[in-house]
């Protein structure tokens, strides 16, 4: 689990590098690159809350038993 969020974040981070237009992508790749990551950071704040409620249900549920 911790190797593969290792992987992500490097992953992200070394791309993100090249993703400027001083470096090797031109705008339209750029742009295309920042619309990629927006939708994956809204991909992953959507999963976080949508587990942050599940996991406070469960701990609802459970305290009801």
Do not use: E
Request: net charge positive; aromatic share 12%; no cysteine.
């Amino acid at each position: 689990m911790l190797k593969s969020i290792l992987l992500i974040i490097t992953t992200l981070f070394t791309t993100q590098a090249l993703a400027h237009p001083d470096h090797s992508l031109d705008q339209t790749a750029h742009a295309f690159y920042h619309a990629i990551f927006w939708i994956a950071f809204a991909a992953v704040v959507v999963k976080g809350i949508s587990w942050w409620k599940s996991r406070q249900q469960q701990i609802k549920d459970d305290r009801q038993k």
